[in-house]
C-alpha cells in the first residue's frame, strides 16, 4: 500500500500546481491582452471593474458560469462535452516535465523533450473532436484548418528542440537547464530560438498564424458552438493554457528556464513566461493575418529548410570541435540569422512584384479576349 | 509495488481490449477511430509499465499525433455516412474469422514456449541504448528506412500533383 501513497504524495501537488498555473494563466492572460492592445491600439481596453479594471477577468468568469449550458441539438453530445477534456491534457501534462525551481521538476523524465512533443499531440486532437462534433461547418473548417497548420509547423518546432537536445547532450529538461549555466542557448542558436518563437505562434494559433479563428470568415473556429463555461474552458484554460505552456518550454530550452542573474528561482521562470507572452500580444496588435498558401508556404519553404540548414551545420560542427563546440555555432546561427533579415525581405519583395506583374498581364489578356473589362486593373 | 503494477496492467488491459472492440463494434467511423486512439494509448501505457518510456512517447508521438489524426482527417474530409450494419456482420467476416483464429493460436503457442518466458530484465534508461543500437549496429537499415520514407514521400506528393492538372 505505501506505493499508493507514495503516488498519491507525487501526484497530488503537482496537479494541483499545474492547475493553478493553467488557472492564473486563463485569469490573466486574456484581461492583460485586452489592456495591452488597448495600450497599442490608442485605446483604453477594459478600465471600469476594479482599480484599472483588475476585477474584469473575475466578472467575465462569473458572467460565464452563471451562462445556460447549451449543447447544440444537432451536435454529437458525448464528443462535445469530451473534446475540450482532450484538449486540456496537453497543457497539463506538459507541465510535468518543465523544472519550475532548482529542486522541483513534477517529474525529472529523462526523454523530456520526447514527450513535450508527444503531449502536443493530444491538443491537436480536441481540436479536430470539437471541430467535428459541433455539427457546423465553420468549426469543422476551423478545426481542419488548425490541425493541418499544426501538423506543418511541428517539424520546424521539433528541429529546433532536435538542436537543443544536440547542444545538451541529453533529452532531460533539468540537463538543459544546466547546460545554459554560462550562456542561454538563444544566445547560442538565435536562428533556431527565434524559429521557435515563430513555429510556436503558428501551433497556437495566434495571430498573425491565427486562420483557425479567423473571426471574419470562420466566427471562432472550433469554438463557435460552445457557450457560457464551455467556452470559457475552451478559450481561457486550453487556449491560454497552451500560450503559457509553450512559453514555460521555451524558457526552459532557450531562456536559461528557472536560472537568472543575482538567485535562482522560479521567480525568473514566471518573468520569462511574461516576457514570452508579451511578445505573443506585440505580434497580435502588430501583423495582419496571412493567408493559408503564405502559411504554408513559409512553413515548407523557409522554416523547415533553414532550420535543416542549422541543424546539420550544428551537428556537423559538433562533430569537427567535440569541446569547445559553442563559439563556432554561435557564430553560424549568428551569421545565418544576419543574412536571413538582410536577403529575405528582398527575395519576398522580388517574388511580389513578379506575382503582380504576371497578375497584371493575365487581367489585360482575359479583359481583351472577353471584351467586358473597362480598362483593366488601373481603373 | 507488485500489487500496483498488477493493478495498473488489468486496467490498461481492459482499456485496450474494450476500445479494441468498440472499432469494430462502432456503426460510426469516428467513434472507431476514436477508440483506436484509446487502444494505442492503452498499449502505451503498458510500455511506461515495462520502464520503455521512450517507446512509449514514440507511440504516443507516432500513433496518436500522426496516424490517428490523419485517419480522422481523412473521415472529416471525405463524405461519410453511417452504415446500417456495423462491421462486424460485415461478408469479409467470415474470411477474417479463421485467419484470426489461426493468427491467435500461433501467439499462444508462442507466448507458451519457455524460450519466449525467459525475459531479460528492463534496462534503464532505454533511450542511450536504443541511439546507440540505431547508429551503430543497424544503422545500415535505419538509413534504408529513411530513403523508403522518402520515396514515398516523393511518391504521396507526385500523385496529389497529377490530380491537379
Known amino acids: 500500500m505505501s506505493s499508493v501513497t507514495d503516488f498519491l504524495v507525487n501526484f497530488l501537488p503537482g496537479f494541483v500546481l499545474a492547475l493553478m498555473v493553467i488557472i492564473l494563466s486563463a485569469v490573466i492572460f486574456p484581461f492583460a491582452a485586452r489592456r495591452i492592445l488597448g495600450f497599442m491600439g490608442d485605446r483604453l481596453g477594459p478600465n471600469r471593474v476594479g482599480p484599472q479594471g483588475l476585477l474584469q477577468p473575475f466578472a467575465d468568469f462569473l458572467k460565464l458560469f452563471i451562462k445556460e449550458d447549451v449543447t447544440p441539438s444537432q451536435a454529437h453530445r458525448m464528443l462535445f462535452l469530451l473534446a475540450p477534456a482532450v484538449a486540456l491534457v496537453t497543457p497539463m501534462l506538459t507541465q510535468v516535465v518543465i523544472p519550475f525551481g532548482e529542486d522541483y521538476t513534477i517529474a525529472d523524465l529523462n526523454i523530456g523533450l520526447i514527450y513535450i512533443v508527444a503531449v502536443g499531440a493530444f491538443s491537436v486532437l480536441g481540436m479536430l473532436i470539437a471541430g467535428w462534433a459541433s455539427n457546423n461547418k465553420y468549426s469543422l473548417v476551423g478545426g481542419l484548418r488548425s490541425a493541418a497548420q499544426m501538423i506543418s509547423y511541428e517539424i520546424p518546432l521539433i528541429l529546433t528542440i532536435v538542436l537543443v537536445a544536440i547542444l545538451t547532450g541529453s533529452l532531460s529538461l533539468n540537463k538543459v537547464v544546466i547546460a545554459q549555466d554560462s550562456v542561454w542557448f538563444a544566445a547560442i542558436q538565435p536562428l533556431a530560438f527565434i524559429i521557435y518563437v515563430i513555429a510556436g505562434v503558428a501551433e497556437l494559433n495566434r495571430t498573425p498564424f491565427d486562420l483557425p479563428e479567423a473571426e471574419s470568415e470562420l466566427v471562432s473556429g472550433y469554438i463557435t458552438e460552445y457557450g457560457g463555461m464551455r467556452f470559457a474552458f475552451l478559450y481561457g484554460l486550453v487556449e491560454w493554457g497552451n500560450v503559457t505552456v509553450w512559453a514555460m518550454a521555451g524558457s526552459t530550452l532557450f531562456l536559461g528556464g528557472w536560472r537568472g542573474p543575482f538567485f535562482n528561482s522560479s521567480i525568473w521562470l514566471a518573468v520569462k513566461v511574461l516576457a514570452m507572452v508579451l511578445v505573443i500580444i506585440w505580434f497580435w496588435a502588430t501583423f495582419p493575418r496571412l493567408q493559408i498558401d503564405q502559411l504554408m508556404a513559409f512553413a515548407w519553404k523557409v522554416l523547415i529548410p533553414l532550420s535543416l540548414l542549422n541543424l546539420a551545420a550544428t551537428s556537423a560542427f559538433i562533430l569537427i570541435w567535440p569541446d569547445n563546440f559553442l563559439l563556432p555555432t554561435a557564430i553560424l546561427s549568428w551569421a545565418l540569422i544576419a543574412l536571413f533579415i538582410l536577403f529575405f525581405p528582398r527575395i519576398v519583395r522580388r517574388i511580389l512584384l513578379n506575382t503582380r506583374l504576371k497578375l497584371l498581364a493575365t487581367r489585360r489578356m482575359t479583359t481583351v479576349i472577353s471584351g467586358t473589362g473597362k480598362g483593366g486593373i488601373r481603373s | ?165
Not at chain 2, 43 to 72: D, K, M, N, P
Not at chain 2, 94 to 111: D, E, K, R, S, Y
Open chain 2, 1 to 165: 509495488m507488485g500489487d500496483f503494477n498488477q493493478f495498473f496492467f488489468i486496467l490498461l488491459s481492459v482499456v485496450i481490449l474494450v476500445s479494441a472492440a468498440c472499432v469494430v463494434l462502432f456503426k460510426n467511423l469516428i467513434y472507431s477511430a476514436l477508440s483506436m486512439i484509446g487502444s494505442f494509448l492503452g498499449v502505451a501505457g503498458i510500455y511506461i509499465l515495462l520502464h520503455a518510456e521512450l517507446v512509449a512517447a514514440a507511440q504516443v508521438l507516432i500513433y496518436v499525433g500522426a496516424i490517428s489524426v490523419l485517419v480522422i482527417f481523412a473521415i472529416m474530409l471525405t463524405h461519410h455516412r453511417t452504415g446500417d450494419l456495423s462491421l462486424y456482420f460485415h461478408k469479409q467476416a467470415w474470411i477474417a474469422l479463421p485467419v484470426c483464429a489461426v493468427a491467435g493460436i500461433t501467439l499462444m503457442v508462442i507466448m507458451g514456449s519457455a524460450a519466449y518466458n525467459a525475459v531479460g530484465e528492463a534496462q534503464n534508461p532505454t533511450d542511450e541504448n536504443i541511439a546507440s543500437l540505431l547508429f551503430n549496429e543497424y544503422a545500415f537499415p535505419f538509413e534504408l528506412v529513411s530513403l523508403a520514407l522518402l520515396v514515398a514521400m516523393i511518391g504521396a506528393v507526385i500523385l496529389a500533383k497529377k490530380e491537379k492538372s
